[in-house]
């Protein structure tokens, strides 16, 4: 079955010439020229697997969109095309529940690779039907991305939580900041590893401000396990 993608930009020539080049490949189009349009379509029920949202747009702005999708606990995979090179825009972006991001000028056959690799890894998530991870006082659904201490849940970002995942998946066993970074973001942010302090000192506060019995331990020169509270 084929797979359909939104395509939201305002600059007509760039707009129509990604979704001729996707066609030609494949894929079924949508297109929208700003955050509100996209959302009314999307508000509609349209069937979309997969959406190119673009982040410097009038009206709506594609972060605002972005916000806004998530809020409606709308989980379709987003990748953010934007011009800005700034990395906090970028860890922003991907904070916001964007799966990956791609800077203009870019090559329509890197956006459909970086889109099958999204794909792929949605795909597989999508395999895990209700399956838990039970430690101690903290519970953790792969399959609707909630965690729970002490049966009340807490809230992550997606980055937080495929963190909190992998690590309570194997306690104890030490993971690398690169091995997380691939593990939350995938092989193409390996460069902004040392983000993972930052998003690890956030989840660590969450769980401690709701009384986890479990911690994220810290490994000096090495990286983090999951285990006991004593950080270090």
Same mark, same amino acid.
């Given at each position: 079955?084929?797979?359909? /993608?939104?395509?939201?930009?305002?600059?007509?020539?760039?707009?129509?010439? %990604?979704? /001729?080049?996707?066609? !030609?490949?494949?894929?079924?189009?949508?297109?929208?020229?700003?955050?509100?349009?996209?959302?009314?379509? %999307?508000?509609?029920?349209?069937?979309?697997?997969?959406?190119?949202?673009?982040?410097?747009?009038?009206?709506?702005?594609?972060?605002?969109?972005?916000? $806004?999708?998530?809020?409606?606990?709308?989980?379709?995979?987003?990748?953010?095309?934007?011009?800005?090179?700034? $990395?906090?825009?970028?860890?922003?972006?991907?904070?916001?529940?964007?799966?990956?991001?791609?800077?203009?000028?870019?090559?329509?056959?890197? /956006?459909?690779?970086?889109?099958?690799?999204?794909?792929?890894?949605?795909?597989?998530?999508?395999?895990?039907?209700?399956?838990?991870?039970?430690?101690?006082?903290?519970?953790?659904?792969?399959?609707?991305? $909630?965690?729970?201490?002490?049966?009340?849940?807490? !809230?992550?970002?997606?980055?937080?939580?495929?963190?909190?995942?992998?690590?309570? $998946?194997?306690?104890?066993?030490?993971?690398?900041?690169?091995?997380?970074?691939?593990?939350?973001?995938?092989?193409?942010?390996? !460069?902004?590893?040392?983000?993972?302090?930052?998003?690890?000192?956030?989840?660590?506060?969450?769980?401690?401000?709701?009384?986890?019995?479990?911690?994220?331990?810290?490994?000096?020169?090495?990286?983090?396990?999951?285990?006991?509270?004593?950080?270090?």
């Amino acid at each position: 079955m084929k797979k359909t /993608v939104m395509v939201v930009d305002d600059q007509d020539e760039l707009r129509e010439s %990604i979704t /001729v080049f996707l066609e !030609n490949e494949g894929y079924n189009t949508v297109s929208a020229r700003d955050g509100e349009e996209a959302l009314k379509i %999307i508000k509609n029920s349209l069937n979309i697997d997969m959406i190119l949202l673009d982040v410097m747009m009038p009206n709506k702005d594609g972060l605002t969109t972005l916000r $806004e999708l998530r809020m409606l606990q709308n989980s379709t995979p987003v990748i953010l095309l934007t011009a800005k090179t700034d $990395e906090l825009d970028k860890l922003l972006g991907l904070e916001m529940g964007a799966d990956d991001y791609i800077t203009k000028p870019f090559s329509l056959r890197e /956006v459909v690779a970086r889109m099958k690799a999204v794909l792929r890894r949605t795909a597989i998530q999508q395999q895990v039907d209700d399956e838990w991870i039970h430690q101690a006082n903290v519970k953790i659904n792969l399959s609707t991305y $909630e965690v729970f201490v002490n049966d009340a849940r807490i !809230n992550l970002t997606p980055t937080e939580f495929r963190i909190l995942a992998a690590l309570a $998946e194997k306690p104890g066993r030490v993971y690398s900041r690169l091995q997380l970074m691939n593990i939350a973001m995938g092989e193409a942010y390996v !460069n902004y590893e040392r983000s993972i302090d930052t998003h690890v000192s956030n989840l660590r506060k969450k769980l401690t401000d709701n009384d986890s019995l479990l911690n994220i331990q810290t490994v000096y020169g090495i990286g983090y396990r999951f285990g006991g509270t004593n950080e270090t």
